[in-house]
T-cell receptor
Framework: AQSVTQLGSHVSVSEGALVLLRCNYSSSVPPYLFWYVQYPNQGLQLLLKYTTGATLVKGINGFEAEFKKSETSFHLTKPSAHMSDAAEYFCAVIRGGQAGTALIFGKGTTLSVSS | DVKVTQSSRYLVKRTGEKVFLECVQD?????MFWYRQDPGLGLRLIYFSYDVKMKEKGDIPEGYSVSREKKERFSLILESASTNQTSMYLC??????????FGQGTRLTVV
């Protein structure tokens, strides 16, 4: 069954530094992959998604992710962190069932940004 | 914009009570989902539904049931609430094999 593993439950960066949040997937079929962000006391918001086509995917707020089949990875990056990026980030993969599909999430990575 | 609305933001219930969490979406999505979110565990899928009256167990269905009588509405039922069901519950909806849209969540406390 499809699954994702997020490496690092907490990442701390300085404002202006590179952000790198790691996600590896397990899937026996070509995966559909997603990154979501959750700000405090809010629901989840889609950052970006990969389904087919270009392996470098650009999302909102300057984030991007690259699908690397050879490494089974879908890491999220942003060149320059901003204080407003502090949030929890979740990687997810679509898992197919007998009759339906569902998003399966990793355990999340909390991003802290210091000035 | 897609809107997924959960009936309560905060809920406090007693152990043993039957609890209903309601979710409504306004975009005619086939799929609807219930997750629970706990610190360090991420989002775990409880149940999902791919059509009216159809449901499929997720990874942690024990102690829960669901109901989908209309396409826009998906209910999560805690048959007999227990303290270990204290959590944040998130509802979501999607078209088939696409991203899910989430509600604001219901923080349930069982005392």
């Amino acid at each position: 069954a499809q699954s994702v593993t997020q490496l690092g439950s907490h990442v701390s960066v300085s404002e202006g530094a590179l952000v790198l949040l790691r996600c590896n997937y397990s899937s026996s079929v070509p995966p559909y992959l997603f990154w979501y962000v959750q700000y405090p006391n809010q629901g989840l918001q889609l950052l970006l998604k990969y389904t087919t086509g270009a392996t470098l995917v650009k999302g909102i707020n300057g984030f991007e992710a690259e699908f690397k089949k050879s490494e089974t990875s879908f890491h999220l990056t942003k060149p320059s962190a901003h204080m407003s990026d502090a949030a929890e980030y979740f990687c997810a993969v679509i898992r197919g069932g007998q009759a339906g599909t569902a998003l399966i999430f990793g355990k999340g990575t909390t991003l802290s940004v210091s000035s | 914009d897609v809107k997924v609305t959960q009936s309560s933001r905060y809920l406090v219930k007693r152990t043993g009570e039957k609890v209903f969490l309601e979710c409504v979406q306004d975009m005619d999505h086939e799929n609807m989902f219930w997750y629970r979110q706990d610190p360090g565990l991420g989002l775990r899928l409880i149940y999902f539904s791919y059509d009216v009256k159809m449901k499929e167990k997720g990874d942690i269905p024990e102690g829960y049931s669901v109901s989908r009588e209309k396409k826009e509405r998906f209910s999560l039922i805690l048959e007999s609430a227990s303290t270990n069901q204290t959590s944040m519950y998130l509802c979501a909806s999607s078209l088939r094999s696409t991203e899910a849209f989430f509600g604001q969540g219901t923080r349930l406390t069982v005392v």
